[in-house]
């Protein structure tokens, strides 16, 4: 009956795109067999075709970052889908849907509310067919450039430097969806593993992503240790409002090694307010952890029903192959490539730890811009030669300070000394890249071992040993004999 009412166009149009949504459920069909679960909720799920005429199947996303995404990133995947079906020749067309209310992810706005007072479940993922409810744009925020505020950032912790494989592929994908539409994903997204897998690249990832797409966007980034030292000094100085509005008016918010909140009450109860806040107000909370929300002790019931309320991800060591590719990636961006049997020398010893194993490579790359020689078999056993010794003794950071302590002829106190005499700073500057090489401390933790300094101090202090390792004999093989010392007793 309706249909005699539509002009033929009407009814033409509406035939091609029936015709048209039956191609893309095919299409679709076959995609889901190729992607993960992740993958297809955060990119495909809101994805639908409206045009089909035999040439070109035309889709349409609801965003621009998504339009991106599917074209440049899945193009092939879905041009082999379609191949598949017995439609070679058929071309696609990616738009943007003129009927979404979402063409870039929203600014965060204030919380939308029933008549109950309850949250109206904008943060929840949509299900297959149902749009994100969106916040009101740009409500109530200023928008500024430099939005990042983020403490000790590192340039190389981006996704296009971050290597994946099956241990770490679903934490990758989650957090680019975090990163790509903040908030609509997953909120909180809350990643675990052990110390030096790359929950810390991930979140800093996040981080430079956000800030480099979405310039209106205020990022922040810090550790809990960071977040309780800026807690203290409120309460010392009577400053609580302004730490309030610090963490409570950002639109993406991550906290690393959220496992050291544990013990600490007050902390609590300020973050679990904090959290409220950023949740309700549809802004994207990630955290990170040693271990996953249910094992974190002392941690209020409440806090820990929060943390469970997005997706809890985690990232497992890595496999051979992974590691491989992590060193081999690292290898070619360094001046002194290694030979592929080096590579595997070190990632066949190195079986837990990414940190550790950029800790090899910088000791074989530094060592070839001493002598300006090509890396050989031979040269790695010899510089690495702790890694195939066996057993050896149990690095603890005593073990680290009284070495270190002995081979400079300063005593632990002066190591952990305000004093800025030049050889005491070097030794105490040996003895953090040593702390960060050898244990799996956070910059926070090391730089809480000495003395309490602000953690840049270490950061600065890696890196600058790390440089002058391939500049300074002297310095590189004090390091060399100091991890001798410190794992084998020598």
Same mark, same amino acid.
């Given at each position: 009956?309706?249909?005699?009412?539509?002009?033929?166009?009407?009814?033409?149009?509406?035939?091609?795109?029936?015709?048209?949504?039956?191609?893309?459920?095919?299409?679709?069909?076959?995609?889901?067999?190729?992607?993960?679960?992740?993958?297809?909720? !955060?990119?495909?799920?809101?994805?639908?075709?409206?045009?089909?005429?035999?040439?070109?199947?035309?889709?349409?996303?609801?965003?621009?970052?998504?339009?991106?995404?599917?074209?440049?990133?899945?193009?092939?995947?879905?041009? &082999?889908?379609?191949?598949?079906?017995?439609?070679?020749?058929?071309?696609?067309?990616?738009?943007?849907?003129?009927?979404?209310?979402?063409?870039?992810?929203?600014?965060?706005?204030?919380?939308?509310?029933?008549?109950? &007072?309850?949250?109206?479940?904008?943060?929840?993922?949509?299900?297959?067919?149902?749009?994100?409810?969106?916040?009101?744009?740009?409500?109530?925020?200023?928008?500024?450039?430099?939005?990042?505020?983020?403490?000790?950032?590192?340039?190389?912790y981006t996704f296009a430097s971050f290597v994946t494989g099956p241990s770490n592929r679903f934490a990758q994908a989650a957090a680019?969806?975090?990163?790509?539409?903040?908030?609509?994903?997953?909120?909180?997204?809350?990643?675990?593993?052990?110390?030096?897998?790359?929950?810390?690249?991930?979140?800093?990832?996040?981080?430079?992503?956000?800030?480099?797409?979405?310039?209106?966007?205020?990022?922040?980034?810090?550790?809990?240790?960071?977040?309780?030292?800026?807690?203290?000094?409120?309460?010392?100085?009577?400053?609580?409002?302004?730490?309030?509005?610090?963490?409570?008016?950002?639109?993406?918010?991550?906290?690393?090694?959220?496992?050291?909140?544990?013990?600490?009450?007050?902390?609590?109860?300020?973050?679990?307010?904090?959290?409220? $806040?950023?949740?309700?107000?549809?802004?994207?909370?990630?955290?990170?952890?040693?271990?996953?929300?249910?094992?974190?002790?002392?941690?209020?019931?409440?806090?820990?029903?929060?943390?469970?309320?997005?997706?809890?991800?985690?990232?497992?060591?890595?496999?051979?192959?992974?590691?491989?590719?992590?060193?081999?990636?690292?290898?070619?961006?360094?001046?002194?490539?290694?030979?592929?049997?080096?590579?595997?020398?070190?990632?066949?010893?190195? $079986?837990?730890?990414?940190?550790?194993?950029?800790?090899?490579?910088?000791?074989?790359?530094?060592?070839?811009?001493?002598?300006?020689?090509?890396?050989?078999?031979?040269?790695?056993?010899?510089?690495?030669?702790?890694?195939?010794?066996?057993?050896?003794?149990?690095?603890?950071?005593?073990?680290?300070?009284?070495?270190?302590?002995?081979?400079?002829?300063?005593?632990?106190?002066?190591?952990?000394?305000?004093?800025?005499?030049?050889?005491?700073? !070097?030794?105490?500057?040996?003895?953090?890249?040593?702390?960060?090489?050898?244990?799996?401390?956070?910059?926070?933790?090391?730089?809480?071992?000495? &003395?309490?300094?602000?953690? $840049? $101090?270490?950061?600065?202090?890696?890196?600058?040993?790390?440089?002058?390792?391939?500049?300074?004999?002297?310095?590189?093989?004090?390091?060399?004999?100091?991890?001798?010392?410190?794992?084998?007793?020598?």
């Open positions: 009956m309706w249909t005699a009412l539509w002009t033929k166009s009407e009814v033409k149009r509406r035939s091609m795109e029936d015709e048209a949504t039956s191609v893309w459920e095919a299409v679709a069909r076959g995609v889901t067999h190729q992607v993960s679960n992740v993958v297809w909720r !955060t990119t495909f799920s809101e994805v639908r075709a409206v045009d089909f005429d035999g040439v070109t199947l035309t889709i349409v996303a609801p965003s621009l970052v998504l339009r991106d995404r599917i074209d440049n990133r899945f193009r092939p995947l879905l041009m &082999g889908v379609i191949a598949d079906l017995g439609m070679e020749g058929v071309d696609l067309a990616v738009e943007v849907d003129p009927d979404s209310n979402h063409h870039e992810p929203p600014h965060p706005g204030p919380p939308e509310t029933g008549g109950s &007072g309850q949250q109206s479940g904008m943060n929840r993922p949509a299900g297959p067919g149902q749009a994100n409810v969106s916040p009101t744009p740009g409500a109530g925020v200023d928008s500024a450039p430099g939005n990042l505020r983020a403490g000790g950032l590192n340039n190389r680019l969806s975090v990163a790509e539409t903040p908030a609509r994903s997953y909120n909180p997204l809350f990643v675990y593993g052990s110390a030096g897998l790359g929950k810390t690249h991930l979140l800093q990832a996040i981080a430079h992503y956000v800030s480099e797409n979405y310039p209106s966007y205020r990022v922040r980034y810090l550790s809990t240790e960071e977040l309780l030292n800026e807690f203290v000094d409120a309460i010392r100085n009577n400053q609580q409002p302004d730490f309030k509005r610090r963490y409570r008016e950002n639109d993406v918010l991550l906290v690393d090694d959220i496992q050291f909140m544990e013990g600490k009450e007050q902390l609590q109860e300020e973050f679990f307010h904090t959290f409220n $806040t950023l949740y309700e107000a549809n802004r994207q909370i990630v955290l990170s952890s040693d271990r996953p929300p249910d094992s974190i002790a002392t941690l209020e019931d409440r806090l820990r029903s929060r943390f469970k309320m997005g997706l809890i991800t985690d990232i497992q060591p890595p496999d051979f192959e992974t590691r491989l590719a992590i060193v081999r990636k690292k290898s070619e961006q360094s001046e002194f490539p290694l030979p592929a049997e080096v590579l595997e020398f070190i990632v066949t010893n190195i $079986t837990n730890n990414i940190r550790e194993l950029e800790g090899a490579l910088n000791r074989v790359t530094a060592y070839a811009n001493l002598t300006r020689t090509p890396v050989t078999m031979e040269s790695a056993r010899q510089v690495l030669g702790d890694l195939s010794a066996g057993g050896g003794r149990i690095v603890t950071p005593d073990r680290i300070l009284e070495a270190t302590a002995e081979f400079y002829g300063f005593s632990i106190e002066e190591l952990k000394s305000k004093s800025r005499r030049r050889p005491l700073v !070097t030794a105490r500057q040996v003895g953090m890249y040593l702390f960060r090489e050898l244990t799996e401390l956070s910059y926070p933790q090391i730089a809480k071992i000495y &003395g309490g300094r602000d953690h $840049t $101090t270490v950061i600065h202090a890696f890196e600058k040993i790390k440089a002058l390792m391939a500049e300074r004999p002297q310095i590189y093989q004090d390091v060399q004999s100091l991890i001798q010392k410190i794992k084998n007793g020598l």
